[in-house]
C-alpha cells in the first residue's frame, strides 16, 4: 500500500555532489520516521541517515558535515543532499520508511533497521576518484 522511489543517483566525480529524493505514495499518513540506507557490493546495508517526523536527524560518522538529509511533508519527499563525494560513498541508496507515526512520537527515530517497514527499491551512486 506505501510505495517509496528514489530518484537522483549516477555518476559523479569525487569531490562532486548529488541530490537523492524520495517519495512516498499510498497510505502516507502513518509514515513516521524516513530514513536512507546504502549497501555497497559485498558489504551489509549500512544506515546513512534518518529524520523523525518532528525533524529530528542522525547520520553515519561517515557522512557527518557532507551529507544532509530533509523532508517535506507536504510533498511526501525525503532528501538526501551528498556532497564531497567520495569513492567509498558509491553504493545503492536506498529509502526507507517507518509507520504507525499515531502512536510514537514525533521526534522519534529507529534503533534498528527491522524497524523499517517499507523499503525503495535502490538508485545507485557511482563516486569515481
Known amino acids: 500500500q506505501v510505495q517509496l522511489v528514489e530518484s537522483g543517483g549516477g555518476l559523479v566525480q569525487a569531490g562532486g555532489s548529488l541530490r537523492l529524493s524520495c517519495v512516498v505514495s499510498?497510505?502516507?499518513?502513518?509514515?513516521?520516521?524516513m530514513g536512507w540506507y546504502r549497501q555497497a557490493v559485498g558489504k551489509a546495508r549500512e544506515l546513512v541517515a534518518a529524520?523523525?517526523?518532528?525533524?529530528?536527524?542522525n547520520y553515519a560518522d561517515s557522512v557527518k558535515g557532507r551529507f544532509t538529509i530533509s523532508r517535506d511533508n507536504a510533498k511526501n519527499t525525503v532528501y538526501l543532499q551528498m556532497n564531497s563525494l567520495k569513492p567509498e560513498d558509491t553504493a545503492v541508496y536506498h529509502c526507507a520508511a517507518d509507520k504507525d507515526a499515531y502512536v510514537k512520537p514525533r521526534y522519534y527515530l529507529p534503533i534498528s533497521i527491522d524497524e523499517y517497514d517499507y523499503w525503495g527499491q535502490g538508485t545507485q551512486v557511482t563516486v569515481s576518484s
Open positions: 499510498g497510505s502516507r499518513s502513518d509514515i513516521n520516521a
Open positions: 529524520i523523525a517526523r518532528g525533524g529530528r536527524t
